[in-house]
């Protein structure tokens, strides 16, 4: 039976001076540190000799730029899905990730009204609806190898926690997917057997300030 590994990967830091909540908003770049970072996994997984035959990412730029090394450095070409981009969010093109106090205004209230489904913003169980299919066919395009992901903070955590069976709904706070960090789903044939997390780029986050929209 083929194991296959599909690392579902978070893209690196982004150059955001103003602190936008940018979401799906075209034009975020990665930051210098960012692209420092992108180039550490891509060096950390090639070093290490990984059987990586694929490298997919999110159309949005931060994630293509972030995964370009990892194609580079084993010689592929970088495909894009559609259904790895940011969740959607309707305080897209705010401050208020970076300003937290904006919410107590009650023009936002309404948007708060199910803190489960989330319902100011895609729900979570659409996230993970689409992030799997993503994952199935890259597992099957590429089965007996590893294949490399690139998407977004919120998408990556809401599918790591469906399938270790955990509920969806949880504390941002808590979130175990550091920038550039990979979530390694591991399969024998159809079947997931396991997980691991790993940060290879966790020297370049000391001094990190926190991101919103990422």
């Known amino acids: 039976?083929?194991?296959?590994?599909?690392?579902?990967?978070?893209h690196g830091e982004v150059h955001n001076p103003d602190g936008v909540l940018y979401g799906r908003i075209p034009g975020y770049r990665l930051s210098d540190r960012g692209q420092a970072m992108a180039r550490?996994?891509?060096?950390?997984?090639a070093g290490a000799g990984r059987d990586v035959v694929g490298v997919v990412a999110s159309p949005l730029q931060r994630a293509q730029e972030t995964a370009n090394p990892v194609a580079e450095g084993f010689g592929l070409t970088l495909a894009t899905d559609e259904r790895l981009v940011e969740a959607g969010n309707r305080f897209e093109g705010s401050t208020i990730g970076a300003r937290p106090s904006q919410l107590l205004n009650p023009?936002?209230?309404?948007?708060?009204?199910?803190?489960?489904?989330?319902?100011w913003g895609e729900p979570y169980a659409e996230q993970v609806a689409r992030v799997r299919a993503a994952v199935d066919d890259a597992r099957r395009a590429f089965a007996g190898h590893e294949v490399v992901l690139v998407?977004?903070?919120?998408?990556?955590?809401?599918?790591?926690?469906?399938?270790?069976?955990?509920p969806l709904f949880h504390d941002p706070r808590r979130r175990e997917c550091s920038l550039a960090s990979l979530t390694s789903l591991r399969f024998d044939g159809d079947t997931f057997v396991g997980l691991h997390?790993?940060?290879?780029?966790?020297?370049?986050?000391?001094?990190?300030?926190?991101?919103?929209?990422?």
């Open 1 to 10: 039976m083929a194991t296959t590994t599909v690392h579902l990967m978070r």
């Open 40 to 45: 550490r996994v891509a060096d950390h997984l």
């Open 107 to 119: 023009r936002h209230w309404h948007l708060l009204r199910n803190p489960l489904r989330p319902s």
């Open 151 to 166: 998407s977004h903070q919120l998408p990556v955590w809401v599918t790591r926690r469906s399938y270790e069976g955990r």
């Open 197 to 214: 997390y790993s940060e290879p780029a966790a020297a370049l986050l000391a001094g990190a300030d926190p991101l919103p929209g990422a």
